[in-house]
Nanobody
Framework: QVQLVESGGGLVQAGGSLRLSCAAS????????MGWFRQAPGKERDFVAA????????YYVDSVEGRFTISRDNAKNTVYLQMNSLNPEDTAVYYC???????????????WGQGTQVTVSS
């Protein structure tokens, strides 16, 4: 089992950047693939980005491709989401999640953080 804690959210103007972090407990972090999801008010939770166990493979939803970068540091038990060129449509609560299953499948994620709010003003 793994526990996840996100940080780094906040208020930023359109065009700005934020870096989210997700710290994981335990000594088996490298066994988990990691993902970032987001949920805007009144909308379903969306799969945003994911990274494989070693960090060698990544996935991005089309709307963030080229603007967001997911990375991980297994020595620090942390996964990051660098978000650039933010726009108001990126406003949401961002969640990190972990899975030992197929990391490309949104429903495969078993462990979730509590979320961090990202608000982009126009």
């Amino acid at each position: 089992q793994v526990q996840l804690v996100e940080s780094g959210g906040g208020l930023v103007q359109a065009g700005g950047s934020l870096r989210l972090s997700c710290a994981a407990s335990g000594r088996t972090f490298s066994r988990y693939a990691m993902g970032w999801f987001r949920q805007a008010p009144g909308k379903e939770r969306d799969f945003v980005a994911a990274i494989s166990w070693t960090g060698g493979s990544t996935y991005y939803v089309d709307s963030v491709e080229g603007r967001f970068t997911i990375s991980r540091d297994n020595a620090k038990n942390t996964v990051y989401l660098q978000m650039n060129s933010l726009n108001p449509e990126d406003t949401a609560v961002y969640y990190c999640a972990a899975t030992i299953n197929d990391w490309r499948l949104p429903h495969a994620y078993e462990y979730w953080g509590q979320g961090t709010q990202v608000t982009v003003s126009s």
